[in-house]
């Protein structure tokens, strides 16, 4: 898949025949950095996951109105829409999704507004051990039957 390119709607009825395995968990990634963009969304693809590409915030909330995802994992500091702009605008509809935030220094505004912290936090440079542990991580935890709503 292009990094420009998202699916417009995802097509599926929700319905599995038996002994059909579960479908991939389905990531979306925002990240300005193409290389980096690139690198993630190919090792979280080879790891068996279904991941969409967003080269900045605007994009990728552009994709969370017509796709639905388990997981987004999200940059900072981006042209046109901020990390934690996106991750106010998901609160603001009430868009119930973990996110990882990846990015170089913690934004201030997970001080002042704590509904605001994401799942897990990825400090510059990470390896990529330390992304697909904490996807791993977030995604059990989300997953898990015990979570509340």
Known sequence: ??????????QSDGVRLPGQ?????RILVVEDDRDMLSLNTEMLIRSGYHVDAAVNGAVAWDALQLNSYDLLITDHNMPEMSGVELLKKLHAVRMNLPVIMATGTLPEEFDRYPLLQPAATLLKPYTVE??????TKVLRATSSPDRKS
């Open 21 to 25: 395995r579960k479908p991939p968990q």
């Open 1 to 10: 898949m292009k990094v420009d390119e998202i699916p417009q709607k995802e």
């Open 130 to 135: 330390e992304l697909l542990r904490a996807v």
